[in-house]
T-cell receptor, first 115, second 113 residues
Framework: AQSVTQLGSHVSVSEGALVLLRCNYS??????LFWYVQYPNQGLQLLLK??????LVKGINGFEAEFKKSETSFHLTKPSAHMSDAAEYFC?????????????FGRGTSLIVHP | DAGVTQSPTHLIKTRGQQVTLRCSPK?????VSWYQQALGQGPQFIFQ???????QRGNFPDRFSGHQFPNYSSELNVNALLLGDSALYLC????????????FGPGTRLLVL
């Protein structure tokens, strides 16, 4: 079984400030980890993913995440928030099952960016 | 390169009715998954289709059924609609050989009155 916990349903930052969105996962086997972003009334867009190899993963729009196995975490960061980053962010964990990968999503964190 | 497309974008139905949602996968993808996203929640897996067969299913009742066509497009059917079926329905596609990453469509927002 796999699960994802996103700490904080809402995160509020000022424009230009550091963005930190937290994600912890549970998995019985080495996982694949993902961050997706969802803008209002839209589908999910892949920000970045960790499969194997380097534990620091860089994604689109200046976001990055670090896989920490010992902490079972995959926190998302961005050095400087922009107004356009305001959106819902979802962390997901995926492991092989029945010949395919089905991601399990967290409940999401709404990022609010103040001018 | 066209991404995942879904139709319709919005739909209003009444309780007890039936609905069909449609999805065309990203070019080169052969696997389609469907998700239900209730307001304020993360997407919940409904089922996945590969080679025109349901390969995996989440914890959803039999009222939810699907189909995949030879061109890899897919339909999601929901019978006997309940108020609680109101949600954003997302389709995601992937390539079976590299299936750890799914690409999502814009979704169909269903409102059941």
């Amino acid at each position: 079984a796999q699960s994802v916990t996103q700490l904080g349903s809402h995160v509020s930052v000022s424009e230009g400030a550091l963005v930190l969105l937290r994600c912890n996962y549970s998995s019985s086997v080495p996982p694949y980890l993902f961050w997706y972003v969802q803008y209002p009334n839209q589908g999910l867009q892949l920000l970045l993913k960790y499969t194997t190899g380097a534990t620091l993963v860089k994604g689109i729009n200046g976001f990055e995440a670090e896989f920490k196995k010992s902490e079972t975490s995959f926190h998302l960061t961005k050095p400087s928030a922009h107004m356009s980053d305001a959106a819902e962010y979802f962390c997901a964990v995926s492991t092989p099952s029945g010949g395919s990968y089905i991601p399990t999503f967290g409940r999401g964190t709404s990022l609010i960016v103040h001018p | 390169d066209a991404g995942v497309t879904q139709s319709p974008t919005h739909l209003i139905k009444t309780r007890g009715q039936q609905v069909t949602l449609r999805c065309s996968p990203k070019s080169g993808h052969d696997t389609v998954s469907w998700y239900q996203q209730a307001l304020g929640q993360g997407p919940q897996f409904i089922f996945q289709y590969y080679e025109e067969e349901e390969r995996q299913r989440g914890n959803f009742p039999d009222r939810f059924s699907g189909h995949q066509f030879p061109n890899y497009s897919s339909e999601l059917n929901v019978n006997a609609l309940l108020l609680g079926d109101s949600a954003l329905y997302l389709c995601a596609s992937s390539w079976d050989r590299g299936s750890e990453t799914q690409y999502f469509g814009p979704g169909t927002r269903l409102l059941v009155l």
